[in-house]
T-cell receptor, first 110, second 114 residues
Framework: QQQVKQSPQSLIVQKGGISIINCAYENTAFDYFPWYQQFPGKGPALLIA?????SEKKEGRFTISFNKSAKQFSLHIMDSQPGDSATYFCAASKGNMLTFGGGTRLMVKP | DAGVIQSPRHEVTEMGQEVTLRCKPI?????LFWYRQTMMRGLELLIY????????DSGMPEDRFSAKMPNASFSTLKIQPSEPRDSAVYFCASSLFPEDYEQYFGPGTRLTVT
């Protein structure tokens, strides 16, 4: 499986701030880029996803920015809340086999 | 729908013992995935099934691991014999690909091998 590199490994943000998590991939055949959110003791759950034919997708406070030429994509969480504290995984796939990044543990301080 | 169901939620066993993890996918989903999550290696895909048939098992670490899906509503992941390095959280996920790319994860089984 091709690697998906995610940074940072951990992130601390004040309530109301912007959280930014970055990912880079190698395989140009990837055609689906989801972000999953995982709370302690739970399985990952899909948060938002994008396809490479668009450069940005926004759902509420969550935005994916996608740079096809740089093979990079990022998750922006606007107005971060303590309830957003979780581990976030980027992923990429060609078809239905997901390759996950290493994860980012986000803590939002009140 | 109850979502993906996994059992047991926690398993503690001694090295050398056989361990069987169980999964019930979401009804109607025709893809089932087994993942392993560790601090060192993150989330790794072990194997996935389509319509009960194993499609890709390249992520299965070694012959001690085996997975079966005897019917559309049940799958098992077996480790025999278990080793301490198998300690991890094992997730099952299902999807309705390609109509829906989302993979729905179960709550996981935390396995500890002593």
């Amino acid at each position: 499986q091709q690697q998906v590199k995610q940074s940072p490994q951990s992130l601390i943000v004040q309530k109301g701030g912007i959280s930014i998590i970055n990912c880079a991939y190698e395989n140009t055949a990837f055609d689906y880029f989801p972000w999953y959110q995982q709370f302690p003791g739970k399985g990952p759950a899909l948060l938002i996803a994008i396809r490479p034919d668009v450069s940005e997708k926004k759902e509420g406070r969550f935005t994916i920015s996608f740079n096809k030429s740089a093979k990079q994509f990022s998750l922006h969480i606007m107005d971060s809340q303590p309830g957003d504290s979780a581990t976030y995984f980027c992923a990429a796939s060609k078809g239905n086999m997901l390759t996950f990044g290493g994860g980012t543990r986000l803590m939002v301080k009140p | 729908d109850a979502g993906v169901i996994q059992s047991p939620r926690h398993e503690v066993t001694e090295m050398g013992q056989e361990v069987t993890l169980r999964c019930k996918p979401i009804s109607g989903h025709d893809y089932l995935f087994w993942y392993r999550q560790t601090m060192m290696r993150g989330l790794e895909l072990l194997i996935y099934f389509n319509n009960n048939v194993p499609i890709d098992d390249s992520g299965m670490p070694e012959d001690r691991f085996s997975a079966k899906m005897p019917n559309a509503s049940f799958s098992t992941l077996k480790i025999q014999p278990s080793e301490p390095r198998d300690s991890a959280v094992y997730f099952c996920a299902s999807s309705l690909f390609p109509e829906d790319y989302e993979q729905y994860f179960g709550p996981g089984t935390r396995l500890t091998v002593t």
